[in-house]
């Protein structure tokens, strides 16, 4: 038969969203969760609740994996290691890149091939070409079954070491969740003085769309290890930053945020960058103390 199928372990909001794309494109889907009952309002859409883990695995070449982590996928997948053999593992779990390498070697001595994932999208992202993910491993493996990867989302092929999509992700992720907790950060600060978010909306948004030109400004200097203070001193960058700190605690809201900015920025003054730019404070990064 030409019918497309494939199955999905893992029916948390993601797991249940790449189901409906796949049923939505009329593939044949095969689940199976931990708690079984989460599959019920699925089955009824079409899908096939699997009766073990053993008979998920063993119904199609792919099995996409949506996990909390890869704890998780371990449980599920040590109960049937045997039946990975000639499957492809596209394990869309996020975890550590360490943790995606082990996995890989893992599923590979079972005989299985694993593919690491980064979805960069949330679950109502799944099943729209726009929404990226980040795949990593066998490339063979990956373009047999790209087409059904990218019922998913768009995708965006790293490399083969596994590690990669797991490190794309979580370096995102990095700039993601340290951006948006300083806009709640900030927000505090603002409605001590009796701003609200709505009106601070348009400024936010405006210093937030000037970052991507911050971001191109500083990449080739830092990708030739260069930090000239010719547009900004580190000096002027302490000072800048204990006016916020200095706000921040007058307005009685907790500083442990910009608080650990002027901390960095300090230690690269007292290792002597005080007239080189911020971005000196990679050398800080790079020498870890914690
Ligand atoms: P959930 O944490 O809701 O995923 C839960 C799934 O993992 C369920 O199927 C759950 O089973 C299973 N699970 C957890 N622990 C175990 C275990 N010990 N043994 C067996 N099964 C286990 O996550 P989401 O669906 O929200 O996301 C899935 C992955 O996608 C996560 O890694 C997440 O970081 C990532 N992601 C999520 C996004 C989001 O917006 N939600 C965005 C981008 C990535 P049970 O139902 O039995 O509890």
């Known amino acids: 038969t030409s ?49 073990s883990v053993e008979a998920a695995l063993t119904a199609n070449e792919l099995v996409v994996l949506s996990m909390t982590d890869y704890d998780a996928v371990h449980a599920v997948l040590e109960q049937a290691p045997h039946a990975l053999r000639g499957r492809v593992v596209a394990n869309l779990s996020s975890d550590t890149p360490e943790k995606a390498r082990e996995a890989a070697k893992w599923v590979a001595g079972h005989g299985g091939t694993h593919l690491t994932g980064g979805v960069q999208c949330p679950p109502s992202g799944i099943g729209d070409p726009d929404s990226a993910t980040f795949y990593s491993g066998s490339e063979e493996a990956f373009e047999r079954h790209r087409a059904a990867l990218e019922v998913l989302t768009g995708t965006d092929f790293r490399g083969e070491d596994p590690g990669l999509a797991a490190l794309y992700y979580q370096i995102m992720m990095d700039i993601f969740w340290t951006g948006v907790v300083s806009y709640v950060h900030a927000l505090a600060v603002a409605d001590k003085h009796g701003i609200s978010a709505a009106e601070f909306l348009p400024y936010a948004q405006s210093t937030a769309a000037s970052l991507p030109n911050f971001y191109a400004f500083y990449a080739p200097r830092i990708d030739a290890g260069e930090h000239p203070g010719d547009v900004d001193r580190l000096a002027m960058g302490v000072a800048s930053v204990e006016h916020i700190v200095h706000t921040t605690r007058d307005s009685g809201i907790d500083s442990t945020l910009p608080g650990a900015v002027l901390d960095l920025f300090r230690r690269a003054v007292e290792d002597g960058h005080a007239e080189d730019s911020f971005t000196s404070v990679t050398d800080v990064f790079r020498n870890p103390v914690v």
């Open 3 to 51: 019918k497309q199928s494939v199955t999905v372990i893992g029916l948390g909001p993601m797991g249940r969203a790449m189901v409906r794309a796949y049923l939505g494109k009329g593939y044949d889907v095969t689940v199976w969760n931990r708690t079984a009952s989460r599959a019920g309002e699925l089955v009824t859409e079409g899908a096939t609740l699997a009766p």
